[in-house]
C-alpha cells in the first residue's frame, strides 16, 4: 500500500512541477515529453481503489480496520489523481485553450482506465513500458480485440475513466467556487 501511494504522488508531484515551471508551457516537444511521462504514472494514483478488492480475503474481526486503512489509501490516491488531472488541465488549457484541454483530458481518463485494468488484471506495471514494450504492446491488442478479455477490458476501461473524469470535473467545480469566492 505505501509503494502504490508513493506510485500515486509522481503524477502529482510531475504536475505540480509543470503548473509552476512557465518555460516548459511554451515548449511543445519537452512539455509532450513531460505530460506522456506523467500519463505513464497517472494511472497508479486511482489504481489504489482497486486494492479494496483485498476486503474479501480480511478475517471479520479485522474488517472495519482493514476497510479503513484500504479505503484512506484509496481516496487519498484518487484525490491526488483529480488534483493531479486539474493542475495539467490548467497546462492545457494555458498552452492552447479550454475546449482542446478537456478534449485532451477526456482522452487522458481512459486511457488511464484501460492502465487500471492493465495493472489490476493483467498485473503490468508503468516502467514495463520500457522493459518489456513489445510483450506489453501485444497484450494491450490482445485485450482489447479478444472476446474472452474484451468485457472485462472495456468494462474496466470505462468504468474507472468515466469515474476519473467525475473526479476530475468536481475538482474543477471545487476549485473554480474557491477561487470565485476568493475574488
Known sequence: MIWNLFLALIPYVISSWLSQT??????????????????????????LITDLIHLRNTAASMLWLDLFMLFSFAWTGLLLGAISMH????????KWNVTVAKRILFLIVFLCGFGIYLGRFQRWNS?????????????????????????????????????????????????????????
Open 87 to 94: 493542475q495539467v488541465f490548467c497546462v492545457l488549457t494555458e
Open 22 to 47: 512557465h518555460w516548459i508551457k511554451k515548449q511543445g516537444l519537452p512539455l509532450l515529453f513531460i505530460l506522456g511521462f506523467w500519463l505513464l504514472f497517472l494511472p497508479n494514483a486511482p489504481y
Open 127 to 183: 516502467w514495463e513500458l520500457f522493459s518489456d514494450p513489445i510483450i506489453l504492446f501485444k497484450d494491450c491488442l490482445r485485450c482489447i480485440s479478444h472476446p474472452e478479455y474484451r468485457t472485462r477490458t472495456w468494462g474496466t476501461t470505462l468504468g474507472f475513466g468515466s469515474l476519473l473524469w467525475m473526479s476530475f470535473l468536481t475538482i474543477q467545480t471545487f476549485l473554480s467556487i474557491k477561487k470565485a469566492s476568493r475574488s
